[in-house]
């Protein structure tokens, strides 16, 4: 008489399966749920972002002037037109415009950002209060800024140039002419941008942990040799987070120019975004347009390679 021996499961197994095995199922499971959830982001992002991109490379190889449908492939003819005429294109000029901008604007909002949270870094009603006021505009859209600075930079009816005659100087030409335009356009963004550095400086403050400050006064440090020693390393993190933003926000700035100045006085404020706006809108060259935008793009994405990775070695993110 035969007998059939019935075979127990393992342990650690269920109807012949191992655990291990049952547990990366139900992993890959989720993991594959959690990236069809993520799917209408990447399709959107795709869409939005990437394809444009690959739209202008294509569009830099044609001669398409956006008024006819059809168009040829010329190859390399508008980066020929972009080497070639180099110096007399304007390229140059709007470029050098908006670095001046950029750094102007980068000082100013950072600096003035910076002594604001050291100003506002307490707790009290009247500087929260303070605070709230000098963040607001960030909520204004920068073309209401623009025309709400354009009517008080006016040479003739301006509130500034008002003010100033109050008190016997001679009235400004705030955009009219090339030194003063550049300089009134930057100071309309900073005054829009600043209240933005000083929030998240005084976020990062009040993360600092008061062990720090009375270690460093039962030492006998002073207030600057505290702010030197201990603020200023480590809000190193949030200043580039900072640099590298608005690096970036500050080199793409078209509003504030195209409502107050069109690039006026003679090129003088005329910023590398809205010279490609004129190029492709106006003289409908989207050719030579996305030529370079192209380069514009890699400059920015070298220079903010270089930034992150200068932090990466100098800036302590664990302090």
């Given at each position: 008489m035969n007998t059939l021996a019935t075979s127990t499961p393992a342990p650690g197994t269920a109807a012949g399966v191992p655990k291990k095995k049952k547990r990366r199922r139900k992993y890959k499971k989720q993991n594959f749920l959690e990236f069809l959830c993520t799917v209408p982001a990447l399709l959107l992002i795709l869409?939005?972002?990437h394809y444009p991109l690959v739209e202008l490379v294509r569009y830099s190889f044609t001669d398409w002037n956006m008024l006819r449908t059809d168009y040829d492939y010329v190859g390399l003819t508008n980066w020929k037109w972009l080497v070639t005429t180099l110096k007399t294109n304007h390229v140059l000029d709007s470029f050098r415009v908006t670095i001046l901008y950029t750094i102007a604007h980068l000082v100013i909002i950072i600096g003035v950002g910076l002594l604001m949270a050291l100003l506002f870094n307490r707790m009290t009603k009247s500087f929260a209060f303070m605070r709230s006021?000098?963040?607001m505009p960030h909520y204004i859209a920068m073309s209401s800024v623009a025309i709400i600075f354009l009517w008080l930079c006016n040479e003739n009816y301006g509130v500034f140039n008002y003010l100033l005659g109050k008190i016997?100087?001679?009235p400004v030409a705030w955009l009219s002419s090339p030194v003063?335009?550049?300089w009134t356009i930057t100071l309309t963004a900073s005054w829009r941008g600043v209240g933005y550095d000083m929030l998240i400086f005084l976020s990062a403050m009040q993360g600092i942990s008061k062990d720090y400050y009375e270690a460093a006064k039962l030492d006998g440090a002073s207030s600057v040799a505290i702010f030197r020693r201990i603020t200023l390393p480590l809000l190193a993190p949030t200043t580039a987070f900072l640099l590298v933003t608005q690096f970036i926000s500050s080199m793409k700035v078209y509003g504030v120019v195209d409502v107050m100045t069109?690039?006026?006085?003679?090129r003088s404020t005329e910023m590398l975004v809205y010279m490609l706006y004129q190029m492709t809108f106006e003289d409908y060259r989207i050719d030579r347009a996305s030529v370079i935008a192209i380069v514009f793009f890699i400059f920015l994405m070298i220079v903010t390679a270089l930034t992150m990775r200068w932090t990466n070695r100098k800036v302590n993110y664990d302090a």
């Open positions: 869409l939005l972002n006021v000098i963040f016997g100087l001679g003063m335009a550049i069109s690039g006026g006085p003679a």
